[in-house]
């Protein structure tokens, strides 16, 4: 069955970096987009970026220019790397393969000081 491991989540001052990963198996994963979500408590989840499995990268406003995500087709992994870090960053990080109910287990992130 697709499992979706997801890693990198920690504390971290405000204008640091994470590095978030997520290993995908039972998928064949060159063929299918990719996005990162978080849930912040009180907060609806949302999409934070995504790529297709040709690469093509969105990202939401608030985090354009901060954050990058890529993917590693021979790895089935997919990277988000998120830099200059703020408080209102600070949620649940869950990877996901778009367009299906397939989610990792959500890795934490906390930007304080």
């Known amino acids: 069955q697709v ?11 405000p204008g640091g970096s994470l ?7 039972g998928i064949i994963f060159k063929i299918y987009g ?5 849930q912040a408590p009180g907060k609806q989840r949302e999409l934070v970026a995504s790529i297709t499995s040709g690469s093509v990268t969105n ?10 995500i890529s993917r590693d087709n021979e790895k089935r992994t997919v990277t988000l790397q998120m830099n200059s870090l703020k408080p ?9 393969v778009l367009g299906t109910t397939k989610w990792g287990q959500g890795t934490q992130v906390t930007v304080s000081s």
Request: aromatic share 14%.
């Open 3 to 13: 499992q979706l491991v997801e890693s990198g989540g920690g504390l971290v001052q």
């Open 19 to 25: 590095r978030l990963s997520c290993a995908a198996s």
């Open 34 to 38: 990719m996005g990162w979500y978080r």
């Open 59 to 68: 990202y939401a406003d608030s985090v354009k220019g901060r954050f990058t």
């Open 88 to 96: 209102e960053d600070a949620a649940v990080y869950y990877c996901n």
